[in-house]
């Protein structure tokens, strides 16, 4: 069963993300503990809503979690140290190469779960987007076919790529994009997808000295480190299972 708040998600994301902090030996012990092999999903929901477990990780406005760790070096003005040659003058040259964003996305043990509880692989596309407006408005089937897909993002699509997730996995890669993309978009190709939950966007420019972290759950997508843009209905529980 998968019946959780918003704020539940914020938390088992910053679990997730625990995982790999040296130092973090509580959490890992209280991680390993808690999930032993595959479990249902209520088993890791319940350790996330435990606030005295989540006490020791900041939270933005937003509420969601933000390491102290995860933010980028930058030089006074916000740009990042990258931009600065070793005589200390900013690189001209530094606004024509692709940014650089780190992106994490931990794969929970219950990845995609099928209707007898069993994790599957995950395909994740990531887009790199001129605009984000055809992104957020296209229905889950558009990415299910790459003509339609095209057809609907237009001209505000720069580079999509696919990569596969296993149940577990921790996905780590420098992602390089394109100065025409001002945003970033991911969407999580589940087999029961939750209904606004499938899909995250970020803005480049302050993904680039963040990071993006996120959390691909049984049948949602979760944003745990980055300045993730609103979705509609952010603030309402989700109450229902992933669909059968």
Aim: charged content about 15%; overall charge neutral.
């Amino acid at each position: 069963m998968l019946k959780a708040n918003l704020k539940n998600w914020q938390v088992f994301a910053g679990l997730l993300t625990a995982l790999t902090v040296p130092g973090c030996g509580g959490l890992s012990n209280l991680w390993s503990s808690t999930v032993s092999g595959v479990q249902t999903a209520d088993n890791v929901i319940g350790l996330a809503s435990q606030p005295q477990q989540a006490a020791q990780w900041a939270v933005n406005s937003s509420g969601a979690y933000v390491p102290s760790y995860a933010v980028a070096p930058t030089l006074a003005g916000g740009l990042p140290l990258a931009a600065r040659l070793p005589n200390g003058e900013i690189d001209p040259d530094y606004f024509k190469r692709p940014r650089v964003i780190n992106l994490n996305i931990h794969a929970s043990p219950y990845l995609n779960l099928d209707s007898a509880g069993r994790p599957l692989a995950l395909v994740a596309k990531i887009y790199k987007l001129k605009q984000p407006a055809s992104f957020q408005q296209a229905t889950y089937d558009t990415f299910l076919d790459p003509q339609k897909e095209q057809a609907v993002l237009g001209g505000d699509l720069v580079e999509v790529k696919e990569i596969t997730l296993v149940p577990g996995q921790k996905h780590h890669a420098d992602e390089k994009v394109d100065r025409a993309a001002d945003y970033i978009g991911i969407v999580g190709l589940f087999r029961a997808p939750a209904q606004g939950y499938w899909r995250v966007t970020f803005p480049v420019q302050p993904a680039e000295k963040t990071g993006i972290t996120i959390g691909a759950l049984a049948c949602t997508l979760v944003a745990g480190v980055g300045p993730v843009m609103a979705r509609e209905n952010e603030e309402v529980s989700i109450t229902q299972d992933c669909k059968s």
